[in-house]
């Protein structure tokens, strides 16, 4: 199963972590979500935490709002 971060910066931008296109936060500004079938079950936790949150561009685009 993928394993997702989200950047605990700005807005919470939800990243698969198994995923490399240079688009991941630097690791002082990521919080690790675990391991999750797809991305929208890893933005679904991101958004409990923080609120709102979105999927990155590059890495998770299904995800994106």
Wanted: aromatic share 4%.
């Amino acid at each position: 199963m993928p394993r997702f971060i989200v950047d605990t910066s700005n807005e919470h931008v939800v990243h698969d972590a198994d995923i490399r296109r240079g688009c991941h936060p630097a690791p002082a500004e990521q919080l690790s979500l675990g391991s999750h079938r797809g991305c929208r079950s890893a933005l679904a936790l991101a958004v409990a935490r923080y609120g709102t949150a979105n999927g990155c561009a590059f890495c998770t685009p299904l995800c994106r709002l």
